[in-house]
């Protein structure tokens, strides 16, 4: 049966926020805020966080350099997932996935469908793992974010959530 398995020690991970946007400041960066307090009320860390325009180059650096810290656990980015020349939150994402997590995108788009209808299909959600980091793009809208959040990583980055979950994989994340 799915659920937490109150027996299992919590164990805190340490996630990067990004936020991509022209537009958003610290001032006005709800759906980040709404991240960072949605990780905090979980019990895991928040190593780091940064706004960035939307530039593909500037991103991917940005996402290796996480990537490259063994101290980041996982990256989750907010904004430029959607379908307009600016949107290149995905490209930056796919350039450095060594596998993709498919069914991130779809579970996604399957809660939004709830939500806002056929609007879904508009977002390129996506997840993906590089050197052992999980790296989730989520829309740039606060309730993406909060259903993103709410209704998947909350579960899938709780190690007590049973039957499975991303964090009892993150020792095994870079066999060979």
């Not at 996982?74 to 930056?92: C, N, S």
């Not at 050197?131 to 709410?150: E, I, Q, V």
Request: charged letters at 25%; a negative charge; one cysteine or more.
């Amino acid at each position: 049966m799915a659920g937490i398995d109150e027996s299992k020690p919590f164990v805190s991970i340490n996630i990067a926020v990004l936020t991509v946007s022209d537009t958003r400041t610290a001032a006005n960066d709800t759906s980040g805020d709404v991240l960072v307090s949605r990780i905090e009320e979980n019990g895991h860390r928040v190593f780091d966080r940064k706004i960035l325009p939307d530039d593909q180059g500037a991103l991917r650096d940005q996402l290796a350099s996480w990537c490259e810290n063994p101290e980041i656990d996982v990256i989750i980015t907010t904004g430029g997932t959607g379908v307009t020349g600016r949107d290149v939150t995905v490209e930056a994402h796919r350039a450095l996935y060594e596998k993709e997590i498919p069914g991130f995108g779809e579970l996604f788009r399957w809660i939004s469908f709830q939500k806002i209808g056929t609007s879904t299909v508009q977002s390129r959600a996506t997840a993906g793992v590089c050197k052992g980091t999980y790296m989730f793009a989520l829309p740039g809208s606060t309730g993406a974010c909060k259903d993103a959040w709410d209704e998947i990583l909350t579960y899938q980055l709780d190690i007590r959530h049973r039957p499975c979950n991303f964090v009892e994989l993150m020792p095994r994340l870079t066999e060979r």
